[in-house]
């Protein structure tokens, strides 16, 4: 089965935009394999748009740009391939994609065959140009199904930002997982927008089918394509560990290459990871704050692991330090239980003891606070 778990992978588009060529996806899937991305469960290297000539052949068949690409797709996955990794590529159900080159509406069928011939693993699919007269929900259907008659096993990104509601749909029809906001950009009020938007949405992301609220920044600094000033260490800290406990898909978007050792450390933190992908996929739970205001952008979560164990998430969105309180009433366990959590920090390994009733932790702004917990007897 594909997507039994959140995908993980890295994509081109945050950092490089147009500017991708085949000896670029080759240090990519190098540094995939020797930074240890690859052993931390990173498996899809996927090539975004603007890897295309701007016409199609004479049979109607895509083609690789000739310049950026000159070995052809066939070579360049079985590269990517030779080194334990999956291979991604990038089509539009529209009439061009978002960079103007030649899309797959009216195509798919011969397109998802050229792509099963290129040994792709990954199909990203995204929304641009799509004509007013089209069905949007049939296009992707259309997609989905052209995908699962192309002779090989391709798991079906979908991206159409959010439009008509796609956690209501994407999983009937064969996707795997599907972007449902706009982009990201790499500054703090933008994950915070689109990462805080779906809060209510995940209810929906199960193991096939998962909401994807677009790649992530951390690492870039405000360097690539999406670079509008960067986030700070702290703020990366809040945005993996939010994609994290949301149990959606981990794409790397910054230059794995040569990213700092914190950033690396951060993608390549165990334990988060392993809520990430833990395989009873349940989402997050809110607890809200009772009493306080709502302006002070805090947010609290229990996730419960397949483990029998939990996780208590504080994140602190706004802008000055707050301690943050997480009344266990709020997540079924009262006071009269007898019972309380014990709590361990998730970033620090520290032993915060056991806890009864309720549980305050002080979280820097833009930060946040991740405990595992058990349920112990007092
Ligand atoms: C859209 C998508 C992005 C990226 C670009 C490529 O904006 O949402 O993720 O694929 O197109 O042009």
Known sequence: M???????????WNTFG????????KEMADAMVDLGYLDAGYTYLVIDDCWAEKQRDENGKLVPDKEKFPSGMK???DYVHSKGL???MY??????????????????????????EWGVDFLKYDFCYFPQSGNCKQAYQTMSLALKHSGREILFSACNWGVEDPWNWMRSIGVHMYRST??????????????????DNLCCSAPGCYNDPDMLIVGMYGKGNVGLGGCTDEEYRTH??????FGVPLMMGGDIRNVNEF???LMQNKELIAINQDEEARPPYRVYNQGYPNDWDTYTFIKHLSNGEYVLAYFNMGDEDRKLSLPFVGVGLPYYSGCGFHLTDIFSGEDMGAHYDIYSAQVPAHGCRLFRAKVVDL
């Not at 147009?18 to 996806?25: A, G, Q, S, T, V």
């Open 91 to 116: 089509s539009c159900a529209g009439l061009r994609t978002c960079a103007d080159y030649p899309s797959s509406y009216g195509h798919e069928f011969v397109d998802a065959k050229t792509f099963a």
């Open 182 to 199: 706009g982009d990201i950009q790499d500054k703090f009020e933008s994950f915070k927008k689109i990462g805080l938007s779906q809060v």
């Open 263 to 265: 950033s690396r450390s």
């Open 75 to 77: 070579a360049l996955s």
């Open 240 to 245: 993996f560990a939010m994609w994290c406990l």
């Open 2 to 12: 594909l997507a039994q778990r959140p995908p993980m992978g890295w994509n081109s």
């Open 18 to 25: 147009k500017d991708i060529h085949e000896d670029l996806i």
């Open 86 to 88: 999956k291979f991604g």
